[in-house]
Protein backbone atom coordinates (compact mmCIF):
# COMPACT_ATOMS: atom_id res chain seq x y z
CA UNK A 1 0.00 0.00 0.00
CA UNK A 2 2.74 2.39 0.72
CA UNK A 3 4.70 1.53 -2.53
CA UNK A 4 0.95 2.06 -4.23
CA UNK A 5 0.62 5.30 -2.56
CA UNK A 6 4.38 6.71 -3.33
CA UNK A 7 3.67 5.61 -6.85
CA UNK A 8 0.37 7.76 -6.87
CA UNK A 9 2.14 10.93 -4.81
CA UNK A 10 5.37 10.60 -7.59
CA UNK A 11 2.13 10.76 -10.28
CA UNK A 12 0.73 13.59 -9.05
CA UNK A 13 4.17 15.59 -9.69
CA UNK A 14 4.44 14.83 -13.19
CA UNK A 15 7.01 12.08 -12.54
CA UNK A 16 7.03 8.92 -14.82
CA UNK A 17 6.00 6.03 -13.60
CA UNK A 18 5.37 3.84 -16.11
CA UNK A 19 8.79 2.88 -17.06
CA UNK A 20 10.22 -0.93 -16.99
CA UNK A 21 11.81 -0.17 -12.74
CA UNK A 22 8.26 1.49 -12.13
CA UNK A 23 6.31 -1.05 -13.49
CA UNK A 24 8.09 -3.88 -11.87
CA UNK A 25 7.86 -2.39 -8.40
CA UNK A 26 3.80 -1.48 -9.56
CA UNK A 27 3.32 -5.41 -10.33
CA UNK A 28 5.42 -6.34 -7.16
CA UNK A 29 3.02 -4.11 -4.74
CA UNK A 30 -0.44 -4.92 -6.13
CA UNK A 31 0.86 -8.73 -5.89
CA UNK A 32 2.27 -8.47 -2.32
CA UNK A 33 -1.55 -7.11 -1.73
CA UNK A 34 -3.26 -9.90 -3.53
CA UNK A 35 -1.13 -12.34 -1.58
CA UNK A 36 -0.89 -10.57 1.69
CA UNK A 37 -4.74 -9.33 2.47
CA UNK A 38 -6.05 -12.40 1.99
CA UNK A 39 -3.91 -14.09 4.31
CA UNK A 40 -3.47 -11.85 6.70
CA UNK A 41 -7.79 -11.60 6.75
CA UNK A 42 -7.82 -15.21 7.14
CA UNK A 43 -5.69 -15.05 10.55
CA UNK A 44 -7.64 -12.19 11.12
CA UNK A 45 -11.04 -13.84 11.62
CA UNK A 46 -9.58 -16.52 13.30
CA UNK A 47 -8.55 -14.31 16.35
CA UNK A 48 -11.30 -12.15 16.21
CA UNK A 49 -13.56 -15.22 16.35
CA UNK A 50 -12.11 -16.45 19.29
CA UNK A 51 -12.47 -12.77 20.71
CA UNK A 52 -16.06 -13.18 20.15
CA UNK A 53 -16.84 -17.04 21.39
CA UNK A 54 -14.65 -16.24 24.79
CA UNK A 55 -13.25 -12.90 24.85
CA UNK A 56 -11.20 -13.23 28.35
CA UNK A 57 -8.16 -15.55 26.93
CA UNK A 58 -8.05 -13.55 23.72
CA UNK A 59 -8.16 -10.15 25.58
CA UNK A 60 -5.70 -11.45 28.15
CA UNK A 61 -3.16 -12.67 25.86
CA UNK A 62 0.29 -11.89 26.34
CA UNK A 63 0.92 -12.14 22.44
CA UNK A 64 -2.26 -9.81 21.37
CA UNK A 65 -0.69 -7.22 23.89
CA UNK A 66 2.91 -7.18 22.70
CA UNK A 67 1.64 -7.28 18.99
CA UNK A 68 -0.15 -4.25 19.59
CA UNK A 69 2.57 -2.21 21.66
CA UNK A 70 5.16 -3.50 19.28
CA UNK A 71 3.37 -2.27 16.89
CA UNK A 72 2.59 1.43 18.06
CA UNK A 73 6.16 1.21 18.53
CA UNK A 74 7.41 0.39 15.41
CA UNK A 75 4.85 2.82 13.68
CA UNK A 76 5.89 5.71 16.39
CA UNK A 77 9.64 5.28 15.11
CA UNK A 78 8.72 5.05 11.08
CA UNK A 79 6.55 8.03 11.64
CA UNK A 80 9.20 10.13 13.47
CA UNK A 81 12.10 9.50 11.26
CA UNK A 82 10.18 9.95 8.29
CA UNK A 83 8.83 12.98 9.44
CA UNK A 84 12.29 14.61 10.38
CA UNK A 85 12.93 13.54 6.57
CA UNK A 86 10.26 15.45 4.72
CA UNK A 87 10.61 18.32 7.12
CA UNK A 88 14.51 18.35 6.00
CA UNK A 89 13.48 18.01 2.23
CA UNK A 90 10.94 20.67 2.68
CA UNK A 91 13.36 22.92 4.46
CA UNK A 92 16.51 22.16 1.60
CA UNK A 93 13.93 23.08 -0.99
CA UNK A 94 12.66 26.05 0.43
CA UNK A 95 16.42 27.58 1.30
CA UNK A 96 17.65 26.38 -2.49
CA UNK A 97 14.41 28.00 -4.28
CA UNK A 98 13.61 24.75 -5.83
CA UNK A 99 10.29 24.15 -3.94
CA UNK A 100 8.01 22.94 -6.27
CA UNK A 101 6.83 19.56 -7.91
CA UNK A 102 10.20 17.88 -7.40
CA UNK A 103 9.88 17.94 -3.97
CA UNK A 104 6.40 16.19 -3.84
CA UNK A 105 7.98 13.19 -6.15
CA UNK A 106 11.56 13.42 -3.80
CA UNK A 107 9.01 13.21 -0.53
CA UNK A 108 6.78 10.55 -1.97
CA UNK A 109 8.29 7.69 -0.23
CA UNK A 110 8.20 9.21 2.89
CA UNK A 111 4.95 10.71 2.88
CA UNK A 112 3.92 7.33 1.97
CA UNK A 113 5.81 5.69 5.08
CA UNK A 114 3.89 8.24 6.86
CA UNK A 115 0.17 7.86 5.98
CA UNK A 116 0.48 4.42 5.96
CA UNK A 117 1.97 4.42 9.51
CA UNK A 118 -0.82 6.58 10.62
CA UNK A 119 -3.95 4.82 9.09
CA UNK A 120 -2.04 1.28 10.69
CA UNK A 121 -1.76 2.79 13.66
CA UNK A 122 -5.12 4.36 13.96
CA UNK A 123 -6.46 1.25 13.37
CA UNK A 124 -5.01 -1.05 16.03
CA UNK A 125 -5.47 1.77 18.55
CA UNK A 126 -9.73 1.82 17.95
CA UNK A 127 -8.44 -2.40 18.27
CA UNK A 128 -6.33 -1.28 21.40
CA UNK A 129 -9.60 1.10 22.83
CA UNK A 130 -12.14 -1.48 22.02
CA UNK A 131 -10.35 -3.98 23.57
CA UNK A 132 -9.82 -2.37 27.01
CA UNK A 133 -13.24 -1.47 27.07
CA UNK A 134 -14.82 -4.91 26.45
CA UNK A 135 -11.91 -6.60 29.20
CA UNK A 136 -13.23 -4.13 31.40
CA UNK A 137 -16.63 -5.06 30.89
CA UNK A 138 -15.84 -9.15 31.17
CA UNK A 139 -13.56 -8.27 34.02
CA UNK A 140 -16.99 -6.62 36.29
CA UNK A 141 -19.63 -9.36 34.47
CA UNK A 142 -16.90 -12.44 35.91
CA UNK A 143 -15.39 -11.75 39.16
CA UNK A 144 -11.38 -13.33 39.38
CA UNK A 145 -11.24 -14.88 42.34
CA UNK A 146 -7.10 -15.25 43.00
CA UNK A 147 -5.80 -19.16 43.03
CA UNK A 148 -2.71 -20.11 44.98
CA UNK A 149 -0.37 -22.35 43.62
CA UNK A 150 3.11 -23.40 44.68
CA UNK A 151 5.90 -24.39 42.24
CA UNK A 152 8.66 -25.76 43.75
CA UNK A 153 11.87 -24.53 42.82
CA UNK A 154 13.75 -27.96 43.72
CA UNK A 155 11.75 -31.38 42.01
CA UNK A 156 9.92 -33.32 44.13
CA UNK A 157 12.75 -36.70 44.39
CA UNK A 158 15.47 -34.51 44.47
CA UNK A 159 14.62 -32.78 47.65
CA UNK A 160 13.49 -36.35 49.24
CA UNK A 161 17.07 -37.97 48.08
CA UNK A 162 18.32 -35.12 49.84
CA UNK A 163 16.60 -35.53 53.02
CA UNK A 164 17.07 -39.16 53.26
CA UNK A 165 20.59 -38.53 52.53
CA UNK A 166 20.94 -36.51 56.04
Known amino acids: ITTLTATALKSL ?3 TV ?10 AAITLIVIGAPLWWHYWAIIQR ?11 SVTRRVYILVLFGITAVIAVINLIIIVFMVFEDILEGTFGS ?4 SAAI ?3 LLLAAGV ?3 YHFAVFREDRADLAAVDED ?3 TPQESAVPLV ?3 LLEQALATL
Open 13 to 15: SGT
Open 18 to 27: ADSGGGSTLA
Open 50 to 60: ARATDPRPELQ
Open 102 to 105: QTLS
Open 110 to 112: PLA
Open 120 to 122: LTW
Open 142 to 144: EPV
Open 155 to 157: PRD
